[in-house]
């Protein structure tokens, strides 16, 4: 046995379950005595798939989840091109996948694995996955709005007031007329107590949630909600459900859909039970293209995602973020990813080159390998590893040549069928309308502007004869809301009301 196999056995040896990535690679050669291993119980210490485009780091998100499935845990996947549904399907056989497992002398036995199609909103093939606006919260809805921090204090002060007033915020045309309110004279009184609401920022928060709407808000924010409790699940064998969120239909929104994946994780952190250390975790979470949700993102944005990262292990879930380069994540998340597996990276510009220095800084020094030489010559479905080991400690870095997904690595054959023969279909395929926010500002609209019927002896009266003493009107209690609905401000957003009412009458006919 080599002195490199002997390292690499011993760094990466496993008492427990565990994924198995592939051999290592020295001097140009396999060592089989080399076994590159991932502990289970180490995933929810987290993880980074990181690499330039082309050099496989969705077939090594493919292959992780497809182990972790077939030990009884379940994933959750951002399937960005529609490439990673064919999950659900047995792999051809005499492909390259069948070729990289006899070059690593594994079997290859062709399995397809428990998949539900999720889609956001409905948008594309896929089991609908909604949410209301206000259990989306003011930071990633503004996240969303590209909101500034001025602008993300007013989100939450409009959130908070509804509370506190009993108005559901359900979808965007809801919180629509609660911003028209606050922008009258009658509604920043309301306010006083809270704090103002300037009418610029107002104006900018509009504009922005017309180009939601029209950018797939619409479709997302509603109910039914999904409930987070559908994502941890296991099948019937007992294998791992994998939770494919299908996104190419929304590849041109990215910063919704990141964001969404965001909330995704933040409820399971909500809502999952605490679970300690655990032999393997119970949930893996992909998370794809992740430097679009760092982009452009506010420090209160940014906290919230750090905090949710670093305790979100103790509800036994593991998160994988899945970049071109490791310097795309703040430094705060990096810190949290203790498994790496770096594909190739390109040095075409000084950026780049500067980025690649950046890289080999955050890795272990290696006695066996120039690290500038190795991330710049890897191969396809080649990856530079370094894990967590059982007792917690960084494992050496590895020139490991990874095994080959055995389901298929194309995109399944009836997507939008195999949705609708889900259970969850049923539960989340049709869109609820109850009584929100614009409803009940709507009701208040008609009882305010309705006309006091006149008395039969006032109809009779005479033009010409002596105006009769009427007993002195009830003065009616103040109300701001209902000084407001009566405004020129109000009328301006009942005409919204009744345009928005009319076009779901429209939609349903």
Known sequence: ???????????????????????????????????????????????????????????????????????????????????????????????????????????????????????????????????????????????????????????????????????????????????????????????????????????????????????????????????IADLPRTAADGRGVISCLELPAVQDKPKLFSTILMWLLAELFEQLPEAGDLPQPKLVFFFDEAHLLFADATNAFLDSVVQTVRLIRSKGVGVFFITHNSQDLPAEVLGQLGNRIQHALRTFTPQDAKALKATISTFPTSEFYDLKDLLTLLGTGEAAVTILSESGVPTPVVHTRLRAPVARMAAADDVAGAAKASPLFAKYGNPLDRESAREILASRIERSVKPVPETEAEASEEPSAPRRRRAPRPVAVKDPLTDFLTSRQGKTMQREVIRGVFGMLRKRL
């Open 1 to 227: 046995m080599s002195e490199f196999g002997k390292t690499v056995g011993e760094a990466y040896a496993v008492e427990g379950p565990a994924i198995e990535l592939g051999l290592g690679v020295h001097e140009g050669k396999l060592d089989k005595a080399a076994t590159v291993r991932l502990p289970l119980a180490m995933l929810t210490r987290h993880g980074l798939i990181a690499g330039a485009t082309g050099t496989g780091k969705t077939r090594t998100m493919q292959l992780l989840a497809e182990q972790l499935s077939a030990a009884g845990v379940a994933v959750v996947v951002a399937d960005m091109k529609g490439d990673v549904s064919g999950i659900a399907q047995p792999g051809e056989t005499g492909g390259p996948a069948e070729k990289r497992a006899k070059e690593l002398e594994q079997s290859f036995e062709p399995t397809g694995f428990p998949v539900e199609y999720l889609a956001l909103g409905g948008i594309g093939p896929g089991v609908p996955v909604r949410a209301t606006v206000s259990d989306f919260g003011a930071i990633l809805l503004g996240k969303i709005l590209e909101a500034n921090e001025t602008q993300e204090q007013s989100l939450s002060l409009v959130f908070r007031y509804a509370d506190e007033k009993g108005l559901p915020v359900v979808d965007l045309a809801d919180l629509r007329a609660l911003l028209a309110f606050f922008d009258s004279e009658e509604g920043k009184e309301d306010l006083r107590g809270l704090g103002g609401v300037a009418s610029a920022t107002i104006g900018v928060l509009l504009r922005r949630l017309s180009q939601l709407e029209d950018g797939g808000g619409r479709e997302f924010f509603g109910e039914p909600q999904f409930e």
